[in-house]
């Protein structure tokens, strides 16, 4: 069974651009999870999409947005980019029950130039 | 509050047992996790535990919990090369329902040596 999928893999932008980073959760999984990873730290919650609706956001600015679509696919846009934006972002999809594992992807490696 | 602490290194030799230590504060946390990341890639579930269990063992990976002292550890039996990775901690903090966040310690970079 396919993992979750993350795209594209790596990414190089300038600040002030925006970008938009995309997910397909595990087959079956409803609930997927947007995290940010910089250098050295541990990852950071930014949002939690559940059945295509919002169900918990993180301290980030509202330049960060996401959305869920049909399929259970997810998008994180960031507009505005910053030097402080580059990080990894992780992509986690769970299942339906509360609680589930989340199980993430390999991550956007997000430059900021 | 919420916050997830870690030591950041650990060393030990191959075939040695290694302990990654792990402290929360959010008595509220119903599920606790370990994950692995290597080098350039995402995080790997390696195994978790409900808050209402103090032991779960899972091959060579034993986790202890400790509710009261709200410390969490991972023992790796028989550490092998292939083991060197970060190891993170994590809590799950729920706000109900299905909503619900982790919360991850920085992560303790675990060496082995041959």
């Known amino acids: 069974d396919a993992g979750v999928t993350q795209s594209p893999t790596h990414l190089i932008k300038t600040r002030g651009q925006h970008v938009t980073l995309r997910c397909s959760p595990i087959?079956?999984?409803?609930?997927v999870s947007w995290y940010q990873q910089v250098l050295g730290q541990g990852p950071q919650f930014i949002f939690q999409y559940y059945e295509k609706e919002e169900r918990g956001r993180g301290n980030f600015p509202d330049r960060f947005s996401a959305r869920q679509f049909p399929n259970y696919s997810s998008e994180l846009n960031v507009n505005a980019l910053l030097l402080g934006d580059s990080a990894l972002y992780l992509c986690?999809?769970?299942?339906?029950?509360?609680?589930?594992?989340?199980?993430f992807g390999n991550g956007t490696r997000l430059t900021v130039t | 509050g919420e916050d997830v602490e870690q030591s950041l290194f650990l060393s030990v030799r191959e075939g040695d047992s290694s302990v990654i230590n792990c402290t929360y504060t959010d008595s509220s946390s119903t599920y606790l996790y370990w994950y692995k990341q290597e080098p350039g890639a995402g995080l790997q579930l390696l195994t978790y535990?409900?808050?209402?269990?103090d032991m779960k063992q899972d091959q060579r990976l034993t986790v202890l919990l400790n509710k009261k002292d709200k410390h969490l550890s991972l023992r790796i039996a028989d550490t092998q090369t292939g083991d060197s990775a970060i190891y993170f901690c994590a809590e799950s903090i729920s706000s109900g329902g299905s909503n619900y966040k982790l919360t991850f310690g920085k992560g303790t970079l675990l060496t082995v040596n041959p």
């Open positions: 087959s079956g999984h409803k609930s």
């Open positions: 535990i409900f808050s209402n269990m």
């Open positions: 986690a999809s769970s299942g339906r029950a509360r609680d589930s594992p989340l199980h």
